[in-house]
C-alpha cells in the first residue's frame, strides 16, 4: 500500500450518472488485483477530511499511461468534485487496499453477477483473467442488472472482450424485466458454472450467495460499504461474520469474502 499524488489523465462521460477517470500512478497502483479499492481524497477539498474508496476498474498499461482506471457515480459533494476534474489535475490516492477475487484456472466456466456500480471489480476480473489467459472468454458469462438502461453499465466492454451479456432492468427499458439473480439461477441447469463472482448491493450479493449455496457452486462477493479510513482502524465498515461471533472488517478482510462466511441477514 501507498500514497501518491496521481495525475488525471481522461474524465470521461459513461451515461448521464457515471464518470470514468484515468489516473497516472506509475508501477505501484498497477499491481493491483481485481477486487482491491483504493482511498481517494481531493487536495483542494478540505472536507469531507475523509478518503473515499474506489474499486479499480482498469489497469493502464505503459501506453496509457501507466496507471488505474475509476469508474464512478457522481452522488454527493465528492463525486460532483470529482467529475469536474480534467487532464492534469491531481488528486491523493491510498493504496491498493484490500483482498481481491481469487481466480482458479481449472474452472471451465464461471458466472459474473454486477448491480449498479458493483461492475467495475467485474469488468477488472474478466479482463485480466482473459490476458493472464486464466480463462478463455467463452468460459465467462456476466450478467448485468440495473435499475434502469443508464445504470447498465460497460456492456459494450465486456462484449468487446467476447463474453457472454446478460442484462436486465427494473423499468424493462434493456434486457428482461427482473432482478438480476433470476437469470443467473435459471442459467444453471443448462449451464452450470464452476464458480460465481458477484459485486453489487447487499440484497444482491445475499441473493447471489443463496443461490451459490443452493447449489453447491462456490461463490464470491465483493461488498459495497462504507469505509471511514480503509485500514481497519475506524471499524465503520464492520460486517457481522456467518460461522462465529466476530466480526469481519470490509477493508481488511475484504471487500472480497466467500459467500459462506458472511451473515447477510
Known amino acids: 500500500m501507498e500514497q ?23 508501477p505501484a497502483f498497477t499491481a493491483a488485483i481485481p477486487g482491491q479499492f483504493v482511498m481517494l481524497r481531493l487536495p483542494h477539498m478540505a472536507q469531507p477530511l475523509l478518503r473515499r474508496p474506489f474499486s479499480v476498474f482498469r489497469r493502464l498499461g505503459a501506453a496509457e499511461g501507466e496507471g488505474i482506471e475509476l469508474l464512478y457515480r457522481i452522488v454527493g459533494p465528492v463525486t460532483r468534485a470529482m467529475a469536474k476534474l480534467g487532464k492534469g489535475d491531481a ?34 476480473l474478466t479482463e485480466t483473467a482473459i490476458d493472464r489467459d486464466i480463462w478463455p472468454p467463452e468460459a465467462i458469462q456476466v450478467f448485468l442488472g440495473g435499475r434502469t438502461r443508464d445504470d447498465l453499465l460497460c456492456s459494450d466492454d465486456f462484449a468487446e472482450l467476447g463474453v457472454a451479456v446478460v442484462q436486465t432492468t427494473d423499468d424493462g427499458s434493456a434486457g428482461d424485466q427482473c432482478l438480476v439473480t433470476h437469470p443467473v439461477e435459471t442459467a444453471i441447469p443448462h449451464a452450470r458454472p464452476d464458480a460465481i463472482y458477484a459485486c453489487g448491493p447487499m440484497p444482491m450479493l ?20 462504507l469505509m471511514a479510513c480503509g485500514i481497519g482502524a475506524c471499524l465503520g465498515c464492520a460486517m457481522k461474520a456467518r460461522r462465529a461471533t466476530d466480526y469481519l472488517h470490509a477493508c481488511t478482510h475484504g471487500p472480497v ?9
Not at 496521481?6 to 464518470?19: E, K
Not at 483482498?99 to 454486477?114: A, K, N, Q, T, Y
Not at 469474502?257 to 441477514?265: H, L, N, R, S
Open 206 to 225: 445475499a441473493c447471489v450467495a443463496g443461490i451459490g449455496e443452493r447449489h453447491g457452486i462456490p461463490t464470491q462477493v465483493s461488498v459495497e460499504t
Open 4 to 26: 501518491l499524488t496521481a495525475i488525471v489523465l481522461w474524465n470521461r462521460p459513461c451515461g448521464a450518472q457515471y464518470r470514468r477517470m484515468g489516473l497516472k500512478t506509475g
Open 257 to 265: 469474502f466467500d459467500a459462506m462466511d458472511v451473515a447477510f441477514d
Open 91 to 124: 488528486v491523493d490516492l491510498v493504496g491498493p487496499s484490500g483482498r481481491g477475487f481469487s481466480l482458479d484456472p481449472r474452472h471451465r466456466r464461471v458466472s459474473l453477477v454486477g448491480g449498479g456500480i458493483g461492475i467495475p471489480p467485474l469488468f477488472f
